[in-house]
C-alpha cells in the first residue's frame, strides 16, 4: 500500500471552520496539498477569500472556495449550511475550528465571557455538525467513513485556566461532546476525533508568539521545548482524514509537545538528592 492511499484525499470534499488563520490555515493547506476540495469559512469573509486564493496558487491537485460564516449564533449556523449546501451534495470532512477565547484574571473575569465563548466553541460546532449530518451521511461507508475532526485544546484535558477560564471550559466540552458523537455516528459511518493542541502561532496566541524571540520562550515551557507547526497538523489531519485513519473514533490527539502529560514534581525528588 503507498502513502498516496493511506493520506491521500482526492475527490473528497472538506469544510474547516475557521480556516482563515492559524490552526485552521494550517489544516486547509495540507487538505488542499492532499487533493480535495477546500471549503474555508470564517467570520471575515474577505480573509477567507484571499486564503482560498493563496492555496489554488501552489499548484497543488487539491482546490480551495473562501465565504463568511459564523457559527455563534443558531442563525449563523443556518446560513453557513445554506452556503455548504449552496456548493456541494455531500461532505467527506469537517473540521471544526472555529473558535474564540476571553481572558481575565481570576476576581474580575465577567459573566459575558461565558456566553459569548460557548456558544462558539460549543453550541456553534454543536449545531452546525448535526445539521451537516445529511451531506457527511451522503457518501460515507464502511470502509472510508465521514470524518468530523474538532479543535479542542489542551487546555480542556489539563487544570489550566490561565486567565481564560471559559475557554478552558469550552475546550473541555468539546472534548467530551466528540467522544459522545464518536459513539452516536459510528453506526453511519462517521468518526469523529478531537486535536488537543498546545502552542501554535495563531491570532489567538499572537499576545505571546508574534515573534520569534517570544515563540522560544513559550516553547521553553514545553516538555518537547517548542511550539507546535504546520507540518504537526498536517500530518494529524492527514492521518484523521485519509485512509489509514478510517479505524479511528473517539481519539484525543495531544498535539501539544508533551503538555498533555506534565504533571507536579516528583514529591520524593528533594529526598532522593
Known amino acids: 500500500m ?4 493511506l493520506f491521500g484525499l482526492e475527490g473528497k470534499t472538506a469544510l474547516v471552520t475557521g480556516g482563515a488563520t492559524g490552526i485552521g490555515r494550517m489544516a486547509a493547506e495540507a487538505l488542499v496539498r492532499a487533493g480535495a476540495r477546500v471549503l474555508i469559512a470564517s467570520r471575515k469573509g474577505e480573509a477567507c477569500e484571499a486564503v482560498a486564493k493563496e492555496l489554488n496558487a501552489l499548484g ?4 480551495a472556495e473562501g465565504f463568511a460564516g459564523d457559527v455563534g449564533t443558531e442563525e449563523g449556523v443556518d446560513a453557513m449550511v445554506a452556503a455548504v449546501k449552496d456548493r456541494t451534495e455531500s461532505l467527506d470532512i469537517l473540521m471544526n475550528n472555529a473558535g474564540i477565547t476571553w481572558g481575565a484574571p481570576l ?3 465577567p459573566f459575558k465571557a461565558w456566553g459569548k465563548v ?4 460549543v453550541a456553534g ?5 448535526q445539521k451537516l449530518l445529511p451531506l457527511l451521511k451522503a457518501n460515507a461507508t464502511i470502509d472510508d467513513p465521514a470524518r468530523v475532526v474538532n479543535v479542542g485544546s489542551v487546555m480542556g484535558e489539563r487544570e489550566m485556566g490561565d486567565g481564560a477560564y471559559s475557554y478552558s471550559a469550552s475546550k473541555a466540552a468539546v472534548i467530551h461532546l466528540s467522544k459522545i458523537l464518536a459513539k452516536e455516528l459510528a453506526g453511519d459511518a462517521i468518526t469523529v476525533n478531537a486535536l488537543a493542541p498546545g502552542p501554535f502561532v495563531s491570532r489567538m496566541t499572537a499576545f505571546a508568539t508574534h515573534d520569534e524571540d ?3 520562550k513559550v516553547g521553553e515551557d514545553v516538555p518537547l521545548r517548542r511550539v507546535g507547526t504546520d507540518t504537526d497538523i498536517a500530518g494529524c489531519m492527514l492521518f484523521l482524514c485519509g485512509k489509514g485513519g478510517a479505524y479511528i473514533t473517539g481519539a ?3 498535539v501539544s509537545g508533551g503538555i498533555n502529560v506534565m504533571s507536579g514534581p516528583n514529591i520524593f525528588e528533594q529526598a532522593l538528592h
Do not use: E, Y
Open 2 to 5: 503507498d502513502i498516496q492511499t
Open 60 to 63: 497543488a491537485s487539491g482546490s
Open 107 to 109: 476576581g474580575d473575569f
Open 118 to 121: 460557548m456558544d462558539v466553541n
Open 125 to 129: 460546532l454543536f449545531d452546525l455538525t
Open 214 to 216: 517570544m515563540r522560544n
Open 252 to 254: 484525543i490527539v495531544p
